[in-house]
């Protein structure tokens, strides 16, 4: 009488459920994201998104080697180790960490500053190893859901690219880079993922844990805006709320507090 609650759901409606359940948690409409998009961020804080997403960026090869690790299929390892390639290139200059590291410098990062992860916030630091730690520990089924994140990547950073030309024109327009280069392959990633992840969920309980592996992950995006927002922008925003305030002269109507 139970077993129907525990079949797994149709392939197309768990593809669905992901979609749903990744885009309503996604971190695209993140306050520090609109304040992006809307060319509200200063150049200190735009750095400062720079300088901390690094780390994020550099987490991802070494998360992606470890997925490698976990496979015994020699299809799915050759399929999967373009991801490496993608981000650490064939040479020095030819990846995304030094599309990156070029992007750093459009915006007036110092280089030894990017690299020594000096200036990365202690919680993104520990949200971008959390990343880690999870695929190290997780099943290679929930480590490649929990990269689905990507599906909604490539809308986020055509928007981005389009923001950071009309708003920010002093950032070089070939910074941007590699958001370019990035959004088709986002798209081809999340692609692959998409079918390994609906294919192998045998179970309702794999599902569940696929479901749940792409929560954990849209948390830790959520959390590193959450990092610098709460660094960046929330102490200005008292600083200017303070500066309004009006003079003890003229408060007689202000609130008691
Ligand atoms: O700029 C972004 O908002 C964004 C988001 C994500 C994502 O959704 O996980 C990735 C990236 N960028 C990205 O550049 C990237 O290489 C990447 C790899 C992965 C992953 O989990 O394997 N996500 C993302």
């Not at 009309?166 to 088709?184: E, G, K, N, T």
Request: glycine share 4%; aromatic share 8%; net charge negative.
């Amino acid at each position: 009488m139970t077993s129907d609650l525990h079949a797994p759901l149709p392939a197309d409606v768990f593809v669905e459920r992901l979609r749903q359940e990744g885009l309503q948690r996604y971190h695209h409409e993140h306050p520090f994201h609109v304040l992006m998009h809307e060319g509200r961020l200063s150049p200190h804080q735009l750095q400062q998104w720079v300088v901390n997403r690094y780390y994020y960026q550099t987490r991802i090869p070494i998360k992606d080697a470890l997925i490698l690790a976990k496979s015994e299929d020699p299809a799915f390892r050759r399929t999967w180790i373009h991801r490496l390639h993608d981000h650490d290139g064939h040479g020095p200059d030819d990846g995304g960490l030094s599309q990156w590291q070029r992007l750093a410098a459009a915006v007036g990062v110092d280089s030894a500053l990017l690299t020594s992860f000096q200036a990365v916030l202690p919680g993104v630091r520990f949200a971008c190893d959390g990343y880690v730690s999870f695929v190290r520990e997780a099943s290679l089924l929930e480590a490649v859901a929990s990269s689905l994140t990507e599906l909604f990547a490539p809308d986020l950073m055509a928007k981005r690219i389009a923001a950071w030309e009309r708003h920010y024109p002093w950032v070089d327009r070939q910074a941007l880079d590699y958001f370019r280069s990035r959004v088709p392959r986002a798209t081809r990633d999340a692609g692959e993922a998409l079918e390994f992840v609906a294919a192998q969920a045998a179970t309702r309980e794999q599902q569940q844990q696929c479901l749940d592996a792409l929560t954990r992950k849209t948390e830790i995006l959520r959390h590193l805006l959450d990092c610098l927002y709460n660094t960046y922008v929330v102490p200005e925003r008292q600083d200017a709320d303070h500066r309004a305030e009006p003079s003890e002269a003229g408060c007689e109507s202000a609130p008691a507090r």
